[in-house]
């Protein structure tokens, strides 16, 4: 449930939006003469959108490594997994 509120409110409010940003990891939109003109975020919820990005951005990477020819075989990639990490598959 984002918020939208006045620009006034950025000032006269700052404790009661940072409080609702960091309670409900939701944005708040404000608004200046009426057109959207900025969006709030708590830090975790923006590592959280910054973090998906990146992870989106490498996948896309890889896919696209994988049309042009590159990348491993899947057994040869969770083989090393299984190696470096211990992981078992199970």
């Known amino acids: ?48 959108l910054s973090g998906r990005r990146e992870l989106h951005r490498l996948l896309d990477e890889g896919l696209s490594a994988m049309k042009a020819g590159g990348g491993r075989p899947a057994k040869e990639v969770f083989d090393t997994i299984q190696k470096e990490y211990g992981f078992d598959g199970a």
């Open 1 to 48: 449930m984002a918020k939208i509120l006045p620009s006034s409110d950025l000032r006269n409010k700052y404790n009661e939006i940072s409080t609702f940003c960091n309670t409900y990891n939701e944005p708040v939109f404000i608004t200046k003469n009426g057109t959207g003109d900025l969006v709030l975020l708590s830090n975790t919820a923006y590592e959280e």
